[in-house]
């Protein structure tokens, strides 16, 4: 039998060649999905807050005193208006507001058909934190069936005006899925008044009333005409009061919320941000570094 002079293909190599087919469609191509290296699943609005709500709340109960001194003022904020760009709703847009202060958050009522042109004229009023010049306001579509829409924000730093003191009336620039600064813009109101200190509430613990028992004074015995009384004679005792108080147990310290290794290792991940908003982040979160993490990796990339 004549022997072929042609070169034939093993059928390794295109087992080989399918291999690597297989694994090239397998490479993800194309911009990075928003939770990519996050260490655990996307936390919710909601979910925020609820941990904002519980760290306020345990440092409510471990007594806590507010002073005039820790603020800088008692800020006054009314959310007017807003024109949005776009109509982000399928037959309507409900949109509202949410703002938040450092740990203070609030929200708006709905603006139910306020389409792109909304109207919510709510005045709050929040006590500013010293070192805290700026705050974060989110504007949502508000939902039937699904999870609320965010469909614009911005990160508002104040005015030296109203540091000074001045009401500033001013039209602010929105951020949102056409770029930053186009997706609109928000009136808002901003005033800066000293801080009154007897509305600051202070969270302390108070010492119970003592509870008296009740003292019985004896009657005299009636003396009888032509009778004296008998010296020596002890009077009548008299039952002294017995004060019961009920002891006033002093608050216990409340632990650190995370340990130095703890920042040390969120520091690391996050060289250039500064110590006091990780720190501020990591009190919010009751010291839970993943939360932590999700947190911080959300402020950057907004």
């Not at 958050?105 to 005045?123: D, I, L």
């Not at 119970?208 to 020596?232: I, L, R």
């Not at 996050?270 to 720190?279: A, L, Q």
């Amino acid at each position: 039998m004549a022997a072929s002079n042609g070169v034939t293909s093993s059928p390794v190599n295109g087992q080989n060649s399918a291999l690597s087919g297989s694994k090239r469609n397998q490479v993800m191509v194309g911009e990075l999905p928003s939770d990519f290296l996050r260490t655990g699943p996307a936390l919710t609005q909601e979910q925020e807050d609820e941990r904002i709500a519980r760290a306020l709340q345990a440092q409510q109960q471990a007594g806590h005193v507010m002073s005039s001194s820790n603020f800088a003022g008692r800020l006054s904020i009314s959310v007017v208006q807003a024109k949005l760009n776009k109509n982000y709703g399928i037959t309507k847009m409900d949109p509202y507001c949410r703002v938040r202060i450092g740990h203070t958050v609030f929200e708006t009522p709905t603006a139910y058909n306020g389409a792109k042109n909304p109207r919510w004229n709510k005045t709050v009023t929040a006590y500013l934190p010293l070192g805290v010049d700026s705050m974060y306001i989110e504007v949502f579509d508000e939902r039937s069936f699904t999870m609320d829409d965010r469909i614009a924000w911005a990160h508002i730093r104040f005015p030296e005006a109203v540091m000074n003191g001045e009401t500033v009336d001013e039209w602010f620039h929105l951020s949102g899925r056409l770029g930053d600064d186009k997706e609109g813009s928000i009136n808002l109101v901003l005033s800066l008044s000293a801080p009154i200190e007897s509305n600051i509430i202070s969270y302390s613990y108070t010492t119970p009333v003592p509870m008296m028992m009740p003292v019985y004074y004896p009657t005299p015995a009636p003396v009888m005409p032509g009778m004296t009384p008998v010296p020596g004679m002890a009077p009548m005792p008299v039952m002294a009061p017995m004060p019961g108080q009920m002891p006033a147990y002093p608050p216990q310290p409340l632990g650190p919320l995370y340990t130095e290794e703890d920042f040390k290792q969120v520091k690391d991940m996050f060289p250039n941000m500064e110590d006091e908003v990780i720190k501020s982040v990591m009190e919010a979160n009751r010291g839970n570094k993943d939360a932590t993490i999700n947190s911080l990796l959300s402020m950057g990339t907004e």
